[in-house]
C-alpha cells in the first residue's frame, strides 16, 4: 500500500488530536510543544494513552500527559549520558592499560594482538585512523609533526579520539584473556563486561540522538551476570527496558571515579514522580519496590 498522508499545519494537528479525544487545555502551548518538539515525537509519548486498536484516545487523556513524559525522558538522556561519559572513559583506560602492556604501543594496529580476522581488523582500524583524522587535538598534530607513522597513533593516543562504538567492537575482538582482565576492572566476568559495553554504546546513540527512553523495549539486550539479584529477577526487571540500562550504568559507575550515590539519587529525583503512577512501572521494566531493590539501593 502507497503512504499518502500529506503534511498537517500546527492548527490541524491540534484538530486531529482532538477530535481523536485527546484533551488540550491549552493549545496555544501545545502548538509551541509541535513547533518546537513535532508532532511525531511527541506521538511517541501519546501512543500508550489511545484506545487499543484505533487512533481515538482513552477517557481523560491529555496532551498535558504527553509533555511530562517527553520532559521526563529529557532528564532521563541527560543523567543517563552523564553516568556513560564517566563509563566510557574508564573503559578507554583499561583497555588502554591492558592491551598497552600487553602487547606494546601499538597493540591495536597488529591484527594479532586481537581475535577477529586480517580483513575485519583493517576495516576497524580504517575507522580510527578516520577519527584520528577528523580529531582536532593539540597531543595528535604534535604526534604527526614529530613522528612517523601517522595516522596510526600509540594506542593511549588512538583510544582518546577512538569512539564508543569503536571501543566496544575493540573490546568484543580481543582475546579471551585480555578481555578478561579489562572486565576485573569492572568486577565482571568478559561475556558480561562485552555485552554490557556493547549495551552501553547503543544506549548512547539512542541518546545521543534524542531518543525516546520511556516506554522503549531495546533491541541490545544486556547479559545478566550468573548470580545474586541479576540472576534471580528476570520475570521483575527485564533486560530490554531502561532500568535495567540504569541498574547496568549503576554498577558500572561503582568502579569509575563519579560520585555513584549522586548520580542514582539525581535519578530517583525523575523516577519517583513518574513511577508514582503503577502502569509506568512496566513502561520502563522497574519492579514495585525498585528504589530499594539491591540491583538499584
Not at 486498536?53 to 513524559?69: I, N, R
Not at 594506542?155 to 582475546?175: D, F, N, Q, T
Not at 579489562?182 to 554504546?201: K, R
Request: hydrophobic share 40%.
Amino acid at each position: 500500500m502507497q503512504y499518502t498522508k500529506g503534511a498537517l499545519t500546527f492548527a490541524d494537528q491540534i484538530a486531529l488530536m482532538t477530535q481523536r479525544g485527546l484533551v488540550i487545555d491549552n493549545p496555544e502551548l501545545a502548538t509551541q510543544y509541535l513547533r518546537r518538539v513535532g508532532y511525531y515525537r511527541l506521538m511517541g509519548y501519546l501512543f500508550p494513552l489511545r484506545t487499543p486498536g484505533s487512533d481515538h484516545f482513552e477517557a481523560d487523556s491529555t496532551f498535558g500527559k504527553a509533555v511530562e513524559y517527553y520532559q521526563f525522558d529529557q532528564a532521563l538522556r541527560h543523567l543517563m549520558l552523564e553516568a556513560i561519559g564517566h563509563i566510557e572513559v574508564a573503559v578507554r583506560t583499561a583497555v588502554t592499560y591492558e592491551l598497552a602492556h600487553a602487547y606494546g604501543a601499538f597493540a591495536h594496529c597488529d591484527h594479532l594482538n586481537l581475535n577477529e580476522t586480517q580483513a575485519w581488523h583493517a576495516n576497524w582500524l580504517d575507522g580510527v585512523r578516520y577519527e584520528v583524522t577528523r580529531a582536532r587535538e593539540t597531543f595528535i598534530d604534535h604526534y604527526r609533526r614529530k613522528y612517523d607513522g601517522y595516522p596510526d597513533l600509540p594506542i593511549w593516543m588512538a583510544s582518546e579520539v577512538m569512539s564508543l562504538g569503536a571501543l566496544s567492537k575493540l573490546v568484543k575482538a580481543m582475546h579471551g584473556k585480555d578481555k578478561w582482565n579489562v572486565a576485573s576492572h569492572f568486577g565482571l566476568a568478559d561475556v558480561t563486561f562485552e555485552s554490557w559495553i556493547h549495551a552501553v554504546a547503543v544506549v548512547r546513540n539512542i541518546c545521543a540522538h534524542h531518543g525516546r527512553l520511556w516506554n522503549r523495549v531495546f533491541g541490545v539486550r544486556p547479559k545478566r551476570p550468573r548470580s545474586g539479584s541479576w540472576q534471580n529477577m528476570p520475570h521483575l526487571i527485564p533486560n530490554d527496558r531502561s532500568f535495567f540500562m540504569l541498574c547496568v550504568l549503576h554498577a558500572l559507575l561503582s568502579h569509575t571515579a563519579i560520585d555513584v550515590d549522586r548520580w542514582r539519587g539525581s535519578v530517583n529525583a525523575i523516577l519517583r514522580p513518574l513511577l508514582a503512577d503503577q502502569s509506568n512501572l512496566q513502561r520502563i521494566g522497574a519492579p514495585a519496590n525498585w528504589e530499594f531493590h539491591p540491583l538499584w539501593h
